[in-house]
């Protein structure tokens, strides 16, 4: 019934598309009570576009407030969306520093949109069919989702839920509630405007001698240098996250690669680049920087595990970013050197058996054994360690520093802060 996920390691496409592992059952005598689900979106357009980009990325009209699937399996729209124009033809800017198609920067694809289609289809099968924990017809009193204020994470849940809640089987639920907070203050992916600590740290991480040795090597140095020469873009960041997301994006819609001057940037180049990047993960989402990364969202998380269990509530959903599962695998002190692709999922099974509540972790289906976190009893953690382990490492506000918890008097959408 289930279908299995190994990260391939070394392949050009592995940041694409999860394959999942076979879904476990855990063993006899335990039963499960509740479940929490983090989710990345689904396959997007890149963040950045740079000087005489090439690409092509479409997108057509699927904004997040119109996706809706009808009995035929097809999507449909309200009487009125949006329709992203890039007319490169007549504006200038469109001209040089503009892809061509319709997608905006960092939009969900409809590819982006059919891997949640497909996940909402898997869950229903392991926590409806399967567990059967989960009732027919939709009931918002037990079935909980929230996204971070992004449209691509938004529009992943909405088509999560074609499938793991279809219209049929709402009845007067037509339309589910998906609980999102300001982007501002976002705790669901790593807030480095809230928490400028992140930067801080980010910048430390940056001048890790392992890091400024491996870049100074020349099989990396000079790939990284290419690939700047030949599309000009410079990240604001010293993560390599920006450079990778700028192909990634390009090899999972076979798009042609980046070329300038007879220099082309290659699939090999490619794999450098992501091999380094994963390599580096290690530093960048290290036991120091995660508890600000994600532990906000740890803390959240876990309240809202807390309030469910003493509750009906038996699914909490997550549509989120591969930088809050990078955040939560470091904190759970597991590996972050992994690939996480698009619509890949972290689930929380919290189980009950003999009066005492136990928590399983999967990857992508895979069963994580977290036995640097907390003492295994069949490949599972008690609540009590796992949360006391986890609330340990929720930091202090206050110790984002002292510009964030100052009261700001606005708010800008580009996050920059002025104070009175």
Known sequence: MFILVLFICLSYSQLCTPIRAQYKDVVNGYTLKYVQAIARHGDRAPGDSFYGDNGEFYCDTLEESHIYMNNGNKVSHTASSKATVIDKKNNPFAENYMWKGSCEPGQLTPEGITMHYQLGKHFDEIYRQHHQLLPTYFDPSIVKIRA???????????AFLQTFYPLERRKSVVDIEIKTRPYEIETLKPNRNCCPKINELEEKIATNEDIVKRREEPTFKNVFNKLKRITGFQSGSSYLYDYVDLITARICHNVTLPCKDNECFTEDDYKILVNEYLYENKYFFN???APYQLGFFIDEMLNDADDALKSNI????????DTSIYGILSLLEYDTQIAIPYASTIVFEYYTKDNQIFVRTLLNDEVLKLDKLCTLTDDMCSLTEFESKLRAKVPQYSSCNDVAIKKPRIISRKGWFTYN
């Open 148 to 158: 971070s204020a992004k449209v691509r994470t938004l529009q992943s849940a909405q």
């Open 287 to 289: 036991n120091e920087i």
């Open 314 to 321: 038996v699914y909490q959903h997550y549509s989120a970013h």
